[in-house]
């Protein structure tokens, strides 16, 4: 199923032609930005010096905190009253990002969600609700949009209550969702609680933080639905830059409207296809807000190959950032491998906190879970092999010894949006 199949099926180099043309036109229009008029002077590059499409490997990157330096409006290419939507990223620390769009932007991007949904076979007569933040994250009307566009009848239910989340989607007769994984596993958990199921729902898309594949059969198994993974950020306008077909062996990306570069993250030199690196995307659609080379923090890897869809250009699931990847005693952690370990092990639940301090030198990782009542047999014996147990497997899968605690169940913090579920203590004494 197609929503644009001319544009969604183009041959490479149909689309290199068409990627090579929207380039040339996003360089004219950031010299409009103060930060790369200088950035492309300094590297020698004028519009008309960009002949292929490896001569943006001359430009410098653009990073999160280039962005946060251009607060408020720095980076916008168009004036102010050209700019009819203003979101804002989630900032960790100090200012937040501001991401700005045009009526056209704001088209483009209803476009992207309408091929994404449309790819995993919803369409009018579906009813979907969508269950994430509709303020300054760009997750709740990013797909609102699309999913009108499509013809499906959306509700936007946005995030908390999660008993009358339930609710709406068995008397509206919910077909399609839309949430982070974590806040979709607390919905199971909440429907187990309340001793219902969800008959209807089929289809769960799930995004905005990275998740396994254990994660998707557990999430496939309690909630009844085909999940599908969903890839975006705000500054690359929000949700839809990559999807999963339902083929669901890597996400479509975008490249009449993203151009794809995987690099070390380390030394930023571009890495060989089917090697593992950060994303780097310079988005060939932005009006208001275009940007060059900008470094995602995702992890991820270019697929090659020809998906039985019939679209081509895949990138893996992102495993991680950069960024919230953990060193640990020098060993590269990610919370989505640990989340992975704890999902394989039916005497724990899937919740779970992370907890990283140094003490006497030595980094020590602390890792809080949920004990499942149902194969806790109450004797203090058993706590202690079940604790053992966990160990053993964190041990194997990560090859670092860790303390775990086990807490009782439903104690730790539930996450409606972007779980948070590492603490890092080191920097702090
Ligand atoms: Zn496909």
Redesign the pocket.
């Known amino acids: 199923m197609f929503w644009n199949e001319k544009t969604e099926t183009l041959k490479k180099r149909d689309l290199e032609t068409i990627q090579l043309k929207r380039l040339k036109k996003t360089i004219a229009q950031v010299q409009n930005v103060d930060f790369y008029r200088k950035k492309c002077k300094d590297a020698g590059i004028i519009p008309g010096s960009i002949k292929t499409l490896e001569d943006i490997r001359r430009i410098p990157f653009t990073r999160k905190q280039d962005l946060r330096d251009g607060y408020p409006f720095g980076f916008f290419a168009v004036p102010l009253s050209k700019v009819i939507r203003i979101h804002t990223t989630s900032g960790t620390t100090g200012k937040p990002t501001v991401v700005g769009y045009t009526k056209k932007d704001l088209d483009t991007w209803a476009e992207l969600i309408a091929r994404n949904l449309t ?1 995993v076979g919803l369409q009018e007569g579906d009813i979907f609700q969508n269950m994430v933040n509709y303020g300054m994250f760009t997750g709740g009307l990013g797909f609102h949009y699309g999913a009108e566009k499509i013809g499906l009848t959306v509700i936007p239910s946005a995030t908390g209550n999660t008993k009358r989340q339930i609710e709406m989607i068995q008397d509206f007769g919910v077909t399609a969702i839309h949430c982070t994984p974590s806040y979709a596993m607390h919905l199971a958990e909440v429907a187990e609680e309340m001793a219902t199921d969800l008959p209807t729902l089929k289809t769960g898309l799930f995004g905005a933080e990275p998740w396994s594949d254990s994660m998707r059969r557990e999430l496939e198994k309690k909630l009844g639905v085909t999940a599908y993974d969903s890839y975006g950020i705000s500054e690359l306008f929000g949700p839809g830059v990559a999807f ?4 669901r ?2 996400l ?1 990306i975008w490249h009449d409207c993203y151009l794809v570069e995987i690099i070390d993250p380390a030394t930023g030199e571009v890495v060989g296809d089917g090697e593992r690196g950060e994303l780097v995307v310079t988005p060939l659609a932005k009006e208001a807000m275009p940007l060059l080379r900008y470094r995602t923090g995702d992890i991820t890897m270019k697929l090659e190959d020809e ?5 081509s250009q ?1 990138i893996g699931r992102i495993t991680g950032r950069s960024d919230d990847m953990l060193v640990i005693r020098g060993i590269n952690v990610f919370p989505s491998q640990i989340e992975h370990v704890l999902l394989r092990i039916p005497e724990v639940g899937n919740q779970f906190m992370v907890y990283v301090d140094r003490i006497n030198h030595l980094d020590e990782m602390t890792i809080d879970v949920e004990i499942n009542r149902s194969f806790f047999s109450g004797e203090l014996q058993d706590l202690a092999r079940i604790q053992k147990k966990v160990v053993k497997e964190l041990r194997d899968a990560l090859e670092i010894r860790t303390t775990v605690r086990l807490v009782e169940p439903g104690t730790l913090p539930r996450f409606e949006g972007k779980a948070k579920r590492v603490i890092d203590r080191r920097g702090e004494s």
């Open positions: 790819m999963e077909c339902q083929e062996n890597g479509h998906c039985l869809c019939g679209r895949k």
